[in-house]
C-alpha cells in the first residue's frame, strides 16, 4: 500500500476532483442542457445513495459504505482492536 501524498498535493488532489466533479455537470449543461441536468442528477443520487445505505443499511452494507466515505475523503482506515482472551469472572 502507498503512502498518503504530503498535505499540500492532497490538497491540490481534491481541489482538482471536486472541480471535475462540478466541471462536467456544468460543461454537459452548456453542451445540452438535458445531458447536463442528468449528469447532475445521476452524481447527486449515488452521494444521496452512499449516505442512505451508510446510515440505513445492513451492518456489513454499512461498514462498506462508510469505508468508502473515508476512502473518497483520504483518511486512513482506523486500528482494528485486537480482543483479550477471557481470562474468567474478575468480579469480587
Known amino acids: 500500500m502507498s503512502a ?47 449516505l442512505v445505505t451508510a446510515l440505513y443499511g445492513s451492518d456489513r452494507l454499512s461498514n462498506r459504505a462508510f469505508r468508502l466515505l473515508r476512502l473518497l475523503t483520504g483518511r486512513p482506515e482506523p486500528a482494528t482492536r485486537r480482543s483479550r482472551p477471557h481470562t474468567g469472572d474478575t468480579t469480587p
Not at 438535458?34 to 452512499?50: E, K, P
Open 4 to 50: 498518503s501524498p504530503p498535505p499540500t498535493q492532497r490538497t491540490a488532489v481534491l481541489t482538482a476532483a471536486a472541480v471535475s466533479a462540478a466541471g462536467a455537470p456544468a460543461a454537459a449543461l452548456v453542451i445540452h442542457p438535458a445531458a447536463g441536468l442528468a449528469l447532475a442528477g445521476a452524481q447527486i443520487l449515488a452521494a444521496v445513495g452512499i
